[in-house]
């Protein structure tokens, strides 16, 4: 099975951390994106499996919450998206 690209509209994106949809998007090749707000919840999310891991609601913390998240975590792929995005 070919795996999907994280930009295909068949790829999970939450609004929440749930390993078991992490696991089963893994178990068929498909990119997963889970929601995390937190520090250790961005990194239980990457260390899940997720291929990138979504800041939201990101609307709280602003531009600024997000490059502190970058400054631990550089190698976490990270989306930022809010309600004001048009994403939720």
Known sequence: MTPFSPLTP????????RPDVI??????SVA????????T????AW???????KIFP?????PQFFKDL???FPFIEMLW????AGYC
């Open 41 to 44: 919840e961005v990194l239980n």
């Open 70 to 72: 970058k400054g631990p």
């Open 23 to 28: 696991a089963v998007c893994k178990r068929y």
């Open 10 to 17: 068949f790829s999970p994106l939450s609004p929440a951390f």
């Open 32 to 39: 997963v994106m889970p929601g995390a707000m937190t520090p």
């Open 81 to 84: 998206t809010s309600p004001r």
């Open 47 to 53: 260390e899940a499996g997720g291929d990138v891991v």
């Open 58 to 62: 990101a609307g709280v913390g602003g």
